[in-house]
T-cell receptor
Framework: QKEVEQNSGPLSVPEGAIASLNCTYS??????FFWYRQYSGKSPELIMF????GDKEDGRFTAQLNKASQYVSLLIRDSQPSDSATYLC?????????FGKGTTLSVSS | EPEVTQTPSHQVTQMGQEVILRCVPI?????FYWYRQILGQKVEFLVS????????KSEIFDDQFSVERPDGSNFTLKIRSTKLEDSAMYFC?????????????FGQGTRLTVV
């Protein structure tokens, strides 16, 4: 059974700070990982994916993958109140995505 | 920008009734999915569909669930005899190709309430 674990939070950061979101997974063979953002009552929207060890940057977002330790993280620089949402970590299993429960981020102005 | 559309946005049904949730995936996509999210819980995979047949399904997707692509555009999820615990947000998603790094695009969801 492939599992994705996230701290549900809430994680509270002030505007302009760096938010750090973490995720661990159970299956060492997992290859591809995704970060989705979900606003309350809305559908998940992709922020970025990562499949190589190391860092991947896209604007204010940086995803980090460490396969040896089986964790994935997402850093959000210069956090804005509009970043307040639930962040879902997911891994690809076959054709499906397996999601964690998500971490709620609250950015205060 | 192309998007996945779902109808209805909210469906209320009585326990034991059949419901059909509808989705129009993005037109050139090949893989279609249904996920559900019970309130306050995680997004759960139900089924994937490719080349007019089920590709994968989860333990949740039992005999009371079925999927169909009745024409070239619609993709439906049928729940034959709804239970209270089927109340959830149901998301349809589509992907252009198989591959490890292709984005799944989600529709806005159908909130199903079983009373």
């Amino acid at each position: 059974q492939k599992e994705v674990e996230q701290n549900s939070g809430p994680l509270s950061v002030p505007e302009g700070a760096i938010a750090s979101l973490n995720c661990t997974y159970s299956d060492r063979g997992s290859q591809s990982f995704f970060w989705y953002r979900q606003y309350s009552g809305k559908s998940p929207e992709l922020i970025m994916f990562i499949y190589s060890n190391g860092d991947k940057e896209d604007g204010r977002f940086t995803a980090q993958l460490n396969k040896a330790s089986q964790y994935v993280s997402l850093l959000i620089r210069d956090s804005q109140p509009s970043d307040s949402a639930t962040y879902l970590c997911a891994l690809q299993a076959g054709t499906a995505l397996i999601f964690g429960k998500g971490t709620t981020l609250s950015v205060s102005s | 920008e192309p998007e996945v559309t779902q109808t209805p946005s909210h469906q209320v049904t009585q326990m034991g009734q059949e419901v059909i949730l509808r989705c129009v995936p993005i037109s050139n996509h090949l893989y279609f999915y249904w996920y559900r999210q019970i309130l306050g819980q995680k997004v759960e995979f139900l089924v994937s569909f490719y080349n007019n047949e089920i590709s994968e399904k989860s333990e949740i997707f039992d005999d009371q669930f079925s999927v169909e692509r009745p024409d070239g555009s619609n993709f439906t999820l049928k729940i034959r005899s709804t239970k209270l615990e089927d109340s959830a947000m149901y998301f349809c998603a589509s992907r252009p190709v198989r591959g490890r790094n292709t984005e799944a695009f989600f529709g806005q969801g159908t909130r199903l309430t079983v009373v």
